[in-house]
């Protein structure tokens, strides 16, 4: 099993940054693709960011595409999102997720699942 804990989250206005950092521990060795995703109230989960093993490949949403950035540090068990000129509409609860294989959008793929924090933007 892989516990992953999502840290960073918070209240921030249109236009600020945050940056959520996602935990992993337990058997890290098996994971490859890791990835963020994001649930708005009433709204389905839906992707953000993946990156593969090497953190080389990189798959955004294009909704966030020049905003967001998705960066790992396989020494420390950490996968980070760096999220620049936020806006309204990326308030959600967000999700750091890891799978056995390669990275993928599709949230199904996925194996292991954090908690998720909050993330609200004030307009």
């Known amino acids: 099993q892989v516990q992953l804990v999502e840290s960073g989250g918070g209240l921030v206005q249109a236009g600020g940054s945050l940056r959520l950092s996602c935990a992993a521990s337990?058997?890290?060795?098996?994971?490859?693709?890791m990835g963020w995703f994001r649930q708005a109230p009433g709204k389905e989960r839906e992707f953000v960011a993946t990156i593969n093993w090497g953190g080389r490949t990189t798959y955004y949403t294009d909704s966030v595409l020049g905003r967001f950035t998705i960066s790992r540090d396989n020494a420390k068990n950490t996968v980070d999102l760096q999220m620049n000129s936020l806006k309204p509409e990326d308030t959600a609860v967000y999700y750091c997720?890891?799978?056995?294989?390669?990275?993928?959008?599709?949230?199904?793929?996925?194996?292991?699942w954090g908690q998720g924090t909050q993330v609200t933007v004030s307009s």
């Open positions: 337990g058997r890290t060795f098996s994971v490859n693709g």
């Open positions: 997720a890891a799978r056995r294989g390669a990275e993928s959008r599709a949230y199904i793929e996925y194996d292991y």
